[in-house]
């Protein structure tokens, strides 16, 4: 409101100094004489004005025909003038125009229209780092992959574009399967931009495939390095990756380099199962029992788990069930009311057959956490107790429809795996697998679940009765059959 205001006033002001200006140019005497070729013009002061003004124009109209004429005949010679930057411009206008039709194509699912958008784009522009992304992923839209491919290929022989191109077809190999050309472009994207996300990713998980556990260390430092993983997370998957390589030098029977990863693994990570139990494995061939059983208190306390307490067995083999159950209780006594801890703790007990406390060690377990194991841990306790066999038939029958309990899980895709992988066999992701009970009743058991074998109970007469659990089968001796 104030400056329109201000321009009325200011207007009002021009309008004044401009008749101010003009009745003084009429009152004032003399003007201009100007004399041509023999003629003579004399101008009063007005009239003076007035054909300055008209001079003015004339010049400036002059300049712009003259410069009109220059330009033509420059364009008319080839060269840029204001003329070609006119056509240019609309050439440019046209090919952004194409160029924004056909990623809109792209992203509506129209593959063959998004190609024709960039091929007109491409007429217009002559720009291929701009067009031949779009044209390449168009063409694989439109499921053309020959297209796809070499235009990617051109990609490659641009360096500005050389990381999508090298890009583009890595993924293609990926689709075809051929994990082994996607490993080597995998490795030259990530040389060339070590920043990329999704590329140290896919470098990762290829890595991980092919079992190269070494550079997928380094994968995983440059993840950290540049900041796209957290300390924390890196350091637990560069212990999984220390466990994998030194499950392969165990392979390779090569015992002294096995321990050192073993334990360099368990020092990255304390509480991941695989690495304390080869770790402790490690040290009970040094014959160094004390630190085998502190390794695998410590895990125990994070995490119980069943493969922890066989190996808290193999440090001392051969020990009569008295002592084993002695040698245990430090180990489960700050997690004794964690189900595991009660079930082997149980298992214990039967093993140095001692019935009733062992069936006061299960509590109510097969009430508030009821699991094939329970059951058959009651089984055992009936027949110890000289329960009828009906009983113990029951309780074995019973064990057959529970579920399996905790076991090796995906986080990622829920598959259940027999033992601890780095990946996924399934979906092929990796550090996914967790020890956690599955949403639903699964037929997989995990090697180590069942401890009865392993505490060695008491062996039943020749003649006798004798009910096995089996991989989900009931066998009976034959004497019963009989």
Not at 231 to 260: G, M, N, P, Q
Request: with cysteine; aromatic share 6%.
């Amino acid at each position: 409101m104030l400056w329109s205001l201000v321009k009325i006033i200011l207007f009002f002001c021009a309008l004044v100094a401009v008749a101010f200006g003009a009745s003084f140019l009429l009152e004032a005497q003399g003007g201009v004489r100007i004399e041509v070729a023999g003629s003579e013009y004399n101008f009063g002061p007005l009239q003076s004005v007035i054909a300055l003004a008209l001079l003015v124009v004339a010049v400036w109209v002059f300049i712009k025909v003259l410069g009109l004429i220059i330009a033509t005949w420059k364009f008319l010679n080839g060269d840029e003038t204001a003329i070609s930057r006119y056509f240019e411009r609309n050439r440019q206008a046209k090919g952004y125009d194409a160029l924004s039709q056909g990623m809109m194509a792209l992203a509506s699912g129209e593959g063959r229209l998004a190609m024709s958008k960039a091929e007109k784009a491409e007429k217009y522009l002559n720009k291929p780092e701009l067009t031949n992304l779009l044209t390449a992923q168009a063409a694989e839209l439109a499921g053309d992959r020959r297209k796809a491919e070499q235009t990617y290929r051109a990609l490659i022989e641009n360096d500005a574009t050389r990381f999508v191109g090298v890009r583009g077809i890595m993924k293609q190999r990926l689709a075809d399967g051929d994990t082994e050309t996607a490993l080597a472009l995998a490795e030259k994207a990530f040389a060339l931009k070590p920043k990329h996300e999704d590329t140290q990713d896919v470098l990762l998980k290829l890595q991980a495939k092919k079992e190269d556990w070494k550079g997928a260390r380094e994968t995983l430092s440059a993840k950290l390095k540049y900041g796209a993983l957290p300390r924390d997370v890196h350091k637990r998957r560069d212990a999984v990756l220390a466990l994998s390589e030194a499950r392969t030098v165990y392979d390779d029977d090569l015992t002294i380099e096995a321990r050192e990863a073993a334990i360099e693994a368990n020092r990255l990570s304390p509480d991941l199962i695989p690495a304390a139990v080869m770790a402790a494995h490690g040290y009970i061939e040094q014959g160094n029992k004390k630190y085998a059983t502190r390794v695998l208190k410590k895990a125990w306390d994070v995490a119980p788990h069943p493969d922890l307490a066989a190996t808290f067995a193999a440090i001392e083999p051969d020990e009569v069930p008295a002592a084993r159950l002695k040698r245990f209780r430090p180990l489960v006594k700050a997690t004794s009311t964690h189900p595991e801890s009660q079930m082997l703790m149980t298992e214990l007990h039967l093993a140095n057959e001692d019935f009733p406390e062992a069936r006061r060690m299960l509590a109510d377990l097969n009430e508030t956490n009821p699991t094939a194991r329970t059951a058959t841990l009651m089984a055992a306790i009936e027949r110890g107790e000289g329960a009828d066999d009906t009983v113990v038939k029951g309780w074995l029958a019973r064990a057959l429809s529970l579920p399996r309990g905790p076991q090796w899980i995906c986080e990622n895709c829920q598959h259940i795996h027999t033992e601890w992988k780095p990946t996924c066999e399934n979906c092929e992701s990796f550090d996914t697998l967790s020890w956690k009970t599955p949403p639903q009743s699964e037929v997989a058991m995990p090697g180590g679940i069942e401890m009865l074998p392993l505490i060695m109970g008491p062996k039943a007469d020749e003649g006798s009765d004798v009910v096995v659990i089996e991989d989900a089968e009931i066998i009976e001796d034959d004497t019963e059959a009989k």
